[in-house]
């Protein structure tokens, strides 16, 4: 079974900094792109960032530019979101995922994690 397993989430003051983590298991991803999205209560699904299989070439939503840094391990099968300078508005549910489509349309996502809660306080 193929899992998108996501960690690092958690509470923390406007201006503090966290570093999600998403291991897949059950498959290498090979050739895929990985990427981050999250979704806030009432609102729709969002893109923040993705990682070519390469991990030569990187985009980010402009919201997250400057502050956020995505990276990837494959030989870990693992892609980290660095997340900087949080404002209350990075709050949200995020989302791994893998894919081979369009980089910032969640539709063509194919594999996806559980999610978990940032939440920043002013």
């Known amino acids: 079974q193929v899992q998108l397993v996501e960690s690092g989430g958690g509470l923390v003051q406007a201006g503090g900094s966290l570093r999600l983590s998403c291991t897949a298991n059950?498959?290498?991803?090979?050739?895929?792109?990985r990427g981050w999205f999250r979704q806030a209560p009432g609102k729709e699904r969002e893109f923040v960032a993705a990682?070519?299989?390469?991990?030569?070439?990187?985009f980010y939503a402009d919201s997250v530019k400057g502050r956020f840094t995505i990276s990837r391990d494959n030989a870990r099968n693992t892609v980290w979101l660095q997340m900087n300078s949080l404002k209350p508005e990075d709050t949200a549910v995020y989302y791994c995922?893998?894919?081979?489509?369009?980089?910032?349309?969640?539709?063509?996502?194919?594999?996806w994690g559980q999610g978990t809660q940032v939440a920043v306080s002013s």
């Open positions: 995922a893998a894919g081979a489509g369009t980089i910032k349309r969640a539709t063509t996502y194919d594999y």
């Open positions: 059950g498959r290498t991803f090979s050739g895929y792109t």
């Open positions: 990682i070519t299989w390469s991990g030569g070439i990187t």
